[in-house]
């Protein structure tokens, strides 16, 4: 319909909910019934999706929508138009919104086909909350192409007897874990036993070299390493696990598509080996943070690499905070915070 989507846990904080409600002023909530006593308070109009009845305050607003396409002419969307926005809980303060546009994620969906090509025989599992940006991949990617996507129920992310059981029983091809619930189906005999699974992606933490180790010694799965801030529509790069490899590290590998990727020191170049900030540049990018200017401003900068080049994609860099370097092949390794690192003598 054009619109975009801000993503609610409704386990959060009242206080939290109230303020993502009022920041990013959306217009209509979508729920379930049994959270209605948690919604009394809201000014925003509620449709259940679980019912559609008058005494449930929906007034047949689902039933009345009409079950064609809309026309791409009523719709006047361009790859600019916002497609959702996601709070990231911030070290200090307020969570802040972070505007992802149509364009942004077409590219990053597009990628991810062009490079691991699902079909209409392959089986997607939807477990991310819907409040991280792993779940926009899990599950805008399968509809692309007409697969099937399997959703757990509640909290089942954090269970993996359970998602043993349901990789098995649906026959799962394609699933994402973040490395250390991976730790925990590795530590399970079954995992050898899922042997429907075609490619496993991990991201969100550092991926440990043991645990690739592992993993190829128990199931021949693909394993791909991803990596990327929310900032920069969920993934900007790409490593490919595909031996046990001699290091001690993971690489988090080379650019998706129409991204670029600069390690600086203060806005200098860094050659190959020096240890610097990973900043991301090109059509990836968020707007920045719903209405946080000034936080938008000291996060997202200007390219000086591409200077004068108007209208291109890379004309705004995002400062990542990550430290990284270039490796010799030319895929970058991540070392880790920026705010981490301890100074000793000045």
């Known amino acids: 319909a054009g619109g975009a989507y801000v993503p609610i846990d409704p386990t959060y904080p009242e206080e939290r909910i109230t303020y993502m409600l009022e920041d990013s002023g959306v217009s209509l909530l979508l729920s379930q019934s049994h959270l209605g006593k948690r919604l009394l308070v809201t000014t925003q109009q509620v449709v259940y999706l679980d019912t559609d009845s008058e005494a449930d305050g929906n007034y047949g607003v689902i039933s009345r929508q009409s079950e064609e396409n809309i026309a791409k002419a009523e719709i006047d969307l361009n790859p600019s138009h916002l497609a959702y926005v996601i709070y990231t809980s911030g070290s200090t303060g307020q969570p802040k919104g972070v505007m992802i546009s149509h364009g942004a994620l077409v590219n990053r969906i597009d990628w991810m086909q062009r490079k691991y090509a699902l079909t209409e025989t392959s089986v997607v599992l939807q477990k991310t909350p819907f409040c991280f940006d792993v779940s926009v991949w899990e599950f805008t990617w399968a509809f692309t192409v007409g697969a099937r996507l399997v959703l757990t129920r509640p909290e089942g992310h954090l269970d ?24 925990l189906i590795l530590d399970h005999e079954q995992w050898g036993d899922c042997v429907s699974i075609k490619q496993v992606f991990c991201s969100g933490e550092a991926l440990d070299h043991e645990l690739v180790v592992r993993h190829i010694q128990s199931n021949q799965a693909e394993l791909h390493n991803l990596y990327g801030p929310t900032e920069a529509s969920i993934d900007v790069s790409a490593w490919d696990c595909l031996k046990v490899h001699d290091c001690s590290s993971v690489p988090i590998g ?40 000034e936080l938008t401003q000291e996060r997202f900068i200007a390219n000086p690499f591409v200077a004068g080049e108007e209208g291109n994609s890379s004309e705004r860099l995002y400062r990542t905070g990550d430290l990284v370097r270039y490796k010799a092949d030319g895929y970058l390794e991540y070392l880790g915070r920026a705010d981490d690192q301890v100074k000793i003598r000045g």
């Open 160 to 183: 993996p007897i359970y998602l043993l059981s349901v990789i098995r029983a649906q026959n799962v091809t394609v699933l994402h874990f973040v490395p250390s619930m991976f730790r």
């Open 254 to 293: 080379a650019p998706i598509q129409n991204v670029r990727l600069y390690v600086l020191d203060k806005s200098a170049l860094l050659p190959i080996g020096v240890l610097g900030e990973l900043h991301i540049g090109g059509v990836g990018l968020a707007r920045g943070y719903l209405n946080r200017p």
